[in-house]
Antibody, heavy 120, light 107 residues
Framework: EVQLLESGGGLVQPGGSLRLSCAAS????????MSWVRQAPGKGLEWVST????????YYADSVKGRFTLSRDNSNNRLYLQMNSLRAEDTAIYYC?????????????WGQGTLVTVSS | EIVLTQSPATLSLSPGERATLSCRAS??????LAWYQQKPGQAPRLLIY???NRATGIPARFSGSGSGTDFTLTISSLEPEDFAVYYC?????????FGGGTKVEIK
């Protein structure tokens, strides 16, 4: 069974930084692209970033480009999202997601999410 | 970016009824459209991908159709567990985008 366990969320002041982590189990992690999708409280879904299975390619939403960095450690089955220069509008639940085989832009497994709150 | 517009925003139906949800794209996404279901307090779940393919384990009462800019998710006969919010998502072009969601509520 696929398990994706996010951690690292919390309360941070505007302009601050956080690093989210996602621990994957039940899969051969290095075979799958991974992504983060976020959801502001009471709002819809927003794609944040995607990384290829080997980490060679990364993609970002314009809203986070230049502030967030996505990386992965295939030897430890972990995905990371470094978030800098945080803004109030980054407040959301952040979901770690696993892509379908071959199709890197669809997600068939989701974690339960970690809440990031950006507020003074 | 490709904007996805879902309608209606809310659909009030009774168990056993047929639900028809719409997703319209601001430009063609070919067949690269997916549907997700989200229940309160839960993560989304992939239902349909590439317009009409059911994801693993998804019941046959869920079906998808469409191409280009107009897509439909149909639930043939609503079960109590189907009352939820449904989102469409396009994977035709970066950035990947979602629709605003349709809430299917019990009438």
């Amino acid at each position: 069974e696929v398990q994706l366990l996010e951690s690292g969320g919390g309360l941070v002041q505007p302009g601050g930084s956080l690093r989210l982590s996602c621990a994957a189990s039940g899969i051969t992690f290095s075979t799958y692209a991974m992504s983060w999708v976020r959801q502001a409280p009471g709002k819809g879904l927003e794609w944040v970033s995607t990384i290829s299975n080997n980490g060679a390619s990364t993609y970002y939403a314009d809203s986070v480009k230049g502030r967030f960095t996505l990386s992965r450690d295939n030897s430890n089955n972990r995905l990371y999202l470094q978030m800098n220069s945080l803004r109030a509008e980054d407040t959301a639940i952040y979901y770690c997601t696993k892509a379908l085989p071959i199709i890197i832009t669809l997600w068939d497994s989701w974690g339960q999410g970690t809440l990031v709150t950006v507020s003074s | 970016e490709i904007v996805l517009t879902q309608s209606p925003a809310t659909l009030s139906l009774s168990p056993g009824e047929r639900a028809t949800l719409s997703c319209r794209a601001s430009q063609s996404v070919s067949g690269y459209l997916a549907w997700y279901q989200q229940k309160p307090g839960q993560a989304p779940r992939l239902l349909i991908y590439d317009a009409s393919n059911r994801a693993t384990g998804i019941p046959a009462r869920f079906s998808g159709s469409g191409s280009g800019t107009d897509f439909t998710l149909t639930i043939s006969s609503l079960e109590p567990e189907d009352f939820a919010v449904y989102y469409c998502q396009q994977r035709s072009k970066w950035p990947l985008t979602f629709g605003g969601g349709t809430k299917v509520e019990i009438k």
